[in-house]
């Protein structure tokens, strides 16, 4: 049996695309330490990345973009990137295990698992690589776009992120169908 675990990163940021990563290990696989990237560090997922790519069998990891995420929405932008993700593998699985409560449209026997990033190995591996490549483009945002803190706050909301983006206006990686985007878009537009 080919189990390919499924996870995503990068849903709840107001900039960058959206990242899933899938991943099949080895039959009785272990990598002391893996759980929920949400449960690591930066250099315990780094450490790990580099693991898990050695290892596994296949891996892969997808994105939509920014444009994909305004066109069609986040949900459906996420399960784009799952399906491409799950699409990239060079093994063809013979079950997908998924992160969460839904399924990306895919032509193989799947399964949501709620809490799967903690509880199956191999979502646990797809949600490293996943969380790894969504910090990536952080970074790389973060020398695209000096002043806006990307490497910080990777993304997301936060107070310093929310002050810079009123401050210095939206770019083309801000997500555009994000209230706070759209508030900061208006009030630019306003003088």
């Known amino acids: 049996m080919l189990i390919c675990g499924v996870d995503e990163a990068g849903r709840g940021p107001l900039a960058g695309s959206v990242f899933a990563a899938a991943v099949i290990l ?9 759980t929920d990237s ?3 560090s930066a250099a315990q997922r780094d450490k790990l990345a580099v693991i898990i790519k050695e290892q596994a069998l296949s891996w892969s990891v997808a994105r939509a973009s920014v444009a994909e995420i305004d066109e069609l929405n986040i949900l459906q932008a996420t399960m784009l990137a799952m399906k491409r993700a799950v699409g990239n593998l060079a093994l063809t699985p013979t079950e997908v ?3 969460g409560n839904r399924i990306p449209d895919i032509a193989l026997p799947a399964r949501a698992i709620i809490k799967g990033d903690a509880t199956v190995l191999q979502i646990s591996a797809a949600s490293v690589l996943a969380k790894v490549a969504k910090d990536s483009e952080a970074d790389e945002l973060e020398q695209k776009y000096p002043g806006y803190g990307f490497a910080k706050h990777k993304g997301y909301g936060t107070a310093l992120h929310l002050a810079q983006l009123k401050a210095l206006g939206a770019t083309e990686c801000h997500r555009r169908s994000f209230a706070p985007v759209r508030a900061a878009l208006m009030q630019t537009s306003l003088f």
Request: charged share 20%.
């Open 38 to 40: 949400k449960k690591l």
């Open 26 to 34: 080895p039959s009785g696989w272990q990598c002391p330490g893996l």
């Open 97 to 99: 295990l998924v992160d």
